[in-house]
Antibody
Framework: QLQLQESGPGLVKPSETLSLTCNVS??????????WGWIRQPPGKGLEWIGS???????YYNPSLKSRVTISVDTSKNQFSLHLSSVTAADTAVYYC???????????????WGQGTLVTVSS | EIVLTQSPGTLSMSPGERVTLSCRAS???????LAWYQQKPGQAPRLLIY???NRATGIPGRFSGSESGTDFTLTISRLEPEDFAVYYC?????????FGQGTKVEIK
């Protein structure tokens, strides 16, 4: 059974870069048609899609965050990462990694999720 | 960018009642690319419905999804105590995904 686990600092200073890693176990990150995504949720608020990556390295970002976001994949370690630069208090959120699957006229929705990790932006 | 608008923001319901949640897209979205999630406090979201009307693995039959043009609906036929939660819709278009803002179903 596929499992995803986020890891990274729980506290980041304003203007610095937030970096998180999602470790994938129980399956290969290099599986065809699987996409690996990051989603965040500020305290008490809704879900926001940050972006997704395919094992080939193709990336897709939320236009509202695109200038600050980089998602990368390391197939040798079966993990993918999120880097969000120039953070402010508004970036304080629970960050989730997740997996979905696409094919011709098919999208699975995010059916595998990590447990989430709270990142607080504060000096 | 496609915007999903969910309504109402909060629903106060009693166990056993039928619940209908709405998700309206700002432009045409194929039902193939619409999903619904349930989220309880302190937990990651759980996929309920994908492809507009397909129940995910292990999801009870009381959950159903439907579509009419740009309007999508999640129906819970008979509310169980464990169904009180926040529900989100999400769409996939041109390799990008967006969520609605959520509807909270609370106990009356």
């Amino acid at each position: 059974q596929l499992q995803l686990q986020e890891s990274g600092p729980g506290l980041v200073k304003p203007s610095e870069t937030l970096s998180l890693t999602c470790n994938v176990s129980g399956g290969s990150i290099s599986t065809n048609s699987y996409y690996w995504g990051w989603i965040r949720q500020p305290p008490g608020k809704g879900l926001e899609w940050i972006g997704s990556i395919y094992y080939s390295g193709s990336t897709y970002y939320n236009p509202s965050l695109k200038s600050r976001v980089t998602i990368s994949v390391d197939t040798s370690k079966n993990q993918f990462s999120l880097h969000l630069s120039s953070v402010t208090a508004a970036d304080t959120a629970v960050y989730y990694c997740a997996r979905d699957q696409t094919a011709y006229e098919f999208w699975s929705g995010y059916y595998s999720w990590g447990q989430g990790t709270l990142v607080t932006v504060s000096s | 960018e496609i915007v999903l608008t969910q309504s109402p923001g909060t629903l106060s319901m009693s166990p056993g009642e039928r619940v209908t949640l709405s998700c309206r897209a700002s432009e045409i979205v194929s039902s193939n690319y619409l999903a619904w999630y349930q989220q309880k406090p302190g937990q990651a979201p759980r996929l309920l419905i994908y492809g507009g009307s397909n129940r995910a693995t292990g999801i009870p039959g009381r959950f159903s999804g439907s579509e009419s043009g740009t309007d999508f609906t999640l129906t819970i036929s008979r509310l169980e105590p464990e169904d009180f939660a926040v529900y989100y819709c999400q769409q996939y278009h041109n390799s990008r995904r967006t969520f609605g803002q959520g509807t909270k179903v609370e106990i009356k």
